[in-house]
């Protein structure tokens, strides 16, 4: 049981090239979401999935993409980086309260991808 | 929609003190609260979370949560501080609406926690 796996953990992009964070969880879990982690400003989420074929806006969705075909994986798609986009992104999954499998169900973290754009 | 704050970028104590981290929260249905911890160059670990009518929820690693509805607060403490308590803490709340499916999981700014020798 691997838990939630994010690759890669390091990225450099110059402005304007675009790349994709990948997210694979192995909990069965419907829930899955991801955050980008600056200083002072916490973890901010970005977009969030309650299952496959679903996605919705988090708090700071522009400039992101997102796309859920499996249950498992949840890539995050960067069109055209931009040097606002430098952070570090976070995916997490869960068991989603509306399915009745788990009620108040904790975030399962990944260890995160470190991306800098210059 | 949910906000959560925490009105403390850091805290310290000393070891063997207690500590209480600091968190305010707002949501419009039930308050489903959480609370994380990070440890340098690593992903949030889950600590603690709240249950329904209990006001005080324990943890992981001796830590514990007080509720308190009327003040809309969700204060994480521990009676007695160790040293690799030293972390980034993080207080995160749920709003599940029911009658749609948006379910967004808001964390607040975090408070580092030092704890003195």
């Known amino acids: 049981n691997a838990g939630v796996t994010q690759t890669p953990k390091f990225q450099v992009l110059k402005t304007g090239q675009s790349m994709t964070l990948q997210c694979a969880q192995d909990?069965?879990?419907?829930?899955m979401s991801w955050y980008r982690q600056d200083p002072g400003m916490g973890l901010r989420l970005i977009h969030y999935?309650?299952?496959?074929?679903?996605?919705d806006q988090g708090e700071v969705p522009n400039g992101y993409n997102v796309s859920r075909s499996t249950t498992e994986d949840f890539p995050l798609r960067l069109l055209s980086a931009a040097p606002s986009q430098t952070s570090v992104y976070f995916c997490?999954?869960?068991?989603?309260?509306?399915?009745?499998?788990?009620?108040?169900?904790?975030?399962?973290f990944g260890n995160g991808t470190r991306l800098t754009v210059t | 929609a949910q906000s959560v704050a925490q009105p403390e970028d850091q805290v310290k104590v000393a070891e063997g003190n207690p500590l209480t981290v600091k968190c305010t929260y707002s949501?419009?249905?039930?308050?489903?609260l959480f609370w994380y911890v990070q440890y340098p160059n690593r992903g949030l670990q889950f600590l603690l979370k709240?249950?329904?009518?209990?006001?005080l929820v324990k943890g992981s690693y001796g830590f514990e949560a007080e509720f308190n509805k009327s003040q809309t607060s969700f204060h994480l403490k521990k009676p007695s501080a160790l040293v690799s308590d030293s972390a980034l803490y993080f207080c995160?709340?749920?709003?599940?609406?029911?009658?749609?499916?948006?379910?967004?999981?808001?964390f607040g700014k975090g408070t580092r926690l030092h704890i003195l020798p």
């Open positions: 999935s309650v299952g496959a074929g679903i996605t």
């Open positions: 997490a999954s869960s068991y989603y309260i509306g399915s009745g499998s788990s009620y108040n169900s904790p975030l399962h």
């Open positions: 995160a709340v749920r709003d599940r609406a029911r009658w749609n499916r948006d379910d967004k999981i808001i």
């Open positions: 709240y249950i329904t009518g209990d006001n």
């Open positions: 949501v419009s249905g039930n308050p489903y």
């Open positions: 909990m069965n879990h419907e829930y």
